[in-house]
C-alpha cells in the first residue's frame, strides 16, 4: 500500500501537521518512536502553552492532550514505538525504513512526508568545556525528563549555564523541588530566554544570573562525580578575563546551550540546508528542495512557542495534502535574503508554483532593538514595512503579506531598520 502523506513525530508538530492533512480527506500515517504522543510537551509540566491558540494557558501536557484528541477524534493512523531510520526517494515515492521491537525492520512508501522530529541538545563536547569530566555535568532537558517524568532529583547544589528558556525553567524547577540553585551563567551579554521566563523563573526567586559569564573549570571529586565548577567573565571577543573567577561547590551542571534542528533523515536525500537555521531551506509551503518532502516544527528551526509550532505546522499538512491533488507543480521560486540585522530568515524560496494567498515570514534578529522597522525590498521597490519595538534574538517574529504582485524574477530581501 502506497500512503498519501506520512508524518514522522509525534510531538506538537507532527500531531497538528497530521490533523490539517487529514481534515483535506488524505490517508496520513504518523509514526512516532516514543511510546505515547505528545513529544517535548510531555515533559514540560510548568504553565506558559497555549495563549495564542486556545487564549488560555496550559501546561505542556494539557496543550498536548488538546490535539492528542483532535488527533484520535480525526481517526488517524497511527504507530507508537517506531523510529524512522531512513529516508529515501525514488522516482516520486519516498521510501521508508522502520524499526520497532514489534515488528522488526519493515519498508513503506509515500507520496509525501512531513518531517516534524524536533531538536536536540547541544552537549559539552560542542562548546569545548575544560575540566574534568564528572557525572553531574547534563543537559537541562535530560535533567527535565529525569525530574518530571521519572521522579528523579539531578543534584542538590545546582549551576545552569545557558539562560534559554529551558536553562531558566530548570532554575526554578530545581529551587522548587528543594535544590538549591547558585546561579545562571551566560555566555552572551543578554539573556537568549523569554523575558517573562526571566522575571518569572529567576527573578521571582532572587537566582542569579551572570551575563558575560561562562564556566571555565570543573573539578571532580575521587569519585569522580561533580565537586565544583568556576565561572568567569568574557570579554567582547569571549575570552575569559583573568581575577573573574568565582567557584560555586554543586554536585549538578546543568547545561542549556542550544538546540539544534534534528534532520538526520535528511542525510540520503541531498536537501539544500541553511547554514544559519541549520535545518532544511524551504519555500513557502514548507516544502523542502526534495518535492514533495515537507518539514515543520523545532526540526525546521527552534521556536520558543508551541502556538507558533502549531501554527505553522498546521500549515504543513495542508501544504501536504494540496501536494497529493497537484503532484506535478511546476517550480517557479525567488530567494528571501537576510538583509541587515537579521539572524536567519523562514522561508528561504518564495515559489510561484504554489497558490498562497499571503506569504508568511518569520525571522530572528542579530541583536536586541528598542526600536526598529521591518522593510522588505524586492530591487529599489519597498514591499512592506511595519514599526516594531523591543526585538530580541531570542524572541521569534512573524510578517505576513500579500504576494500576488511581486516580479517572479527578482529575489526579496527582508531587513530590520533601527530607530
Ligand atoms: C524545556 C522546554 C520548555 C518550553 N517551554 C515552553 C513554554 O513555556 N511555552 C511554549 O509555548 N513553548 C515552550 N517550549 C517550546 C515548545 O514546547 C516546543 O517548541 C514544541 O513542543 C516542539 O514541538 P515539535 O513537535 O517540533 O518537537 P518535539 O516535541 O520534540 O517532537 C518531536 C517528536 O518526534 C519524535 N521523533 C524524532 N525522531 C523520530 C524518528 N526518527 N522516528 C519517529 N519519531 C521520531 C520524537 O520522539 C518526538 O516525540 C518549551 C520547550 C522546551 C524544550
Not at 197 to 213: E, K, T
Amino acid at each position: 500500500m502506497i500512503r498519501e502523506v506520512v508524518v514522522i513525530g509525534g510531538g506538537a508538530s507532527g500531531l497538528a501537521a497530521s490533523i490539517a492533512a487529514k481534515k483535506r480527506n488524505k490517508d496520513v500515517l504518523l509514526i512516532e518512536r516514543e511510546n505515547e504522543l505528545g513529544g517535548i510537551l510531555n515533559q514540560c509540566i510548568h504553565n506558559g502553552f497555549g495563549l495564542e491558540v486556545f487564549k488560555e494557558e496550559y501546561t505542556g501536557p494539557e496543550y498536548a492532550y488538546k490535539f492528542i484528541q483532535d488527533f484520535k477524534s480525526n481517526n488517524i493512523d497511527c504507530m507508537l514505538n517506531t523510529t524512522v531510520i531512513k529516508l529515501e526517494k525514488e522516482k516520486d515515492l519516498f521510501i521508508i525504513t522502520l524499526t520497532s521491537s514489534k515488528a522488526g525492520l519493515e519498508t513503506i512508501k509515500a507520496k509525501s512526508v512531513i518531517i516534524s522530529s524536533g531538536c536536540y541538545e547541544r552537549t559539552r563536547g560542542q562548546i569545548s568545556m575544560p575540566g574534568d569530566r564528572p557525572i553531574g555535568v547534563i543537559t537541562a532537558g535530560s535533567a527535565q525528563r529525569y525530574l518530571n517524568m521519572n521522579g528523579y532529583m539531578v543534584g542538590k547544589k545546582v549551576f545552569i549555564l545557558g539562560s534559554g528558556d529551558i536553562g531558566l525553567i530548570m532554575a526554578r524547577r530545581m529551587h522548587l523541588e528543594g535544590a538549591e540553585v547558585l546561579g545562571v551563567a551566560e555566555i552572551m551579554a543578554y539573556s537568549n530566554g523569554l523575558n517573562r521566563n526571566i522575571v518569572q523563573c529567576l527573578n521571582d526567586f532572587d537566582i542569579p544570573l551572570f551575563l558575560s559569564h561562562t564556566v571555565t573549570n570543573v573539578e571532580a571529586d575521587e569519585f569522580k562525580r561533580l565537586k565544583a565548577i568556576t565561572i568567569q567573565q568574557v570579554d567582547e571577543s569571549f575570552i575569559p578575563i583573568v581575577n573573574t573567577e568565582k567557584r560555586f561547590e554543586v554536585d549538578a551542571l546543568l547545561l542549556s546551550i542550544g538546540l539544534i534542528p534534528d534532520i538526520t533523515l535528511l542525510d540520503d536525500l541531498n536537501v539544500e540546508v541553511d547554514s544559519r537555521t541549520k535545518s532544511a531551506k524551504i519555500n513557502q509551503a514548507y516544502e523542502t528542495s526534495v518535492s514533495g518532502l515537507f518539514i515543520c516544527g523545532n526540526s525546521l528551526q527552534v521556536h520558543d512557542l508551541v502556538d507558533n509550532v502549531s501554527k505553522e505546522s498546521q500549515r504543513a499538512g495542508e501544504a501536504a495534502a494540496d501536494f497529493i491533488e497537484n503532484i506535478n507543480r511546476e517550480k517557479k521560486q525567488i530567494n528571501i535574503i537576510n538583509g541587515k540585522n537579521i539572524l536567519y530568515v523562514t522561508p528561504q524560496h518564495l515559489d510561484f508554483g504554489w497558490n498562497h494567498k499571503d506569504l508568511n515570514i518569520t525571522f530572528r534578529s542579530t541583536k536586541k532593538l528598542e526600536k526598529a522597522v521591518v522593510k522588505v525590498y524586492q530591487g529599489d521597490s519597498l514591499i512592506y514595512q511595519k514599526r516594531r519595538s523591543f526585538i530580541v534574538p531570542a524572541e521569534m517574529e512573524t510578517i505576513s503579506f500579500a504576494y500576488k504582485d511581486l516580479s517572479k524574477e527578482q529575489d526579496i530581501v527582508l531587513e530590520l531598520e533601527e530607530m
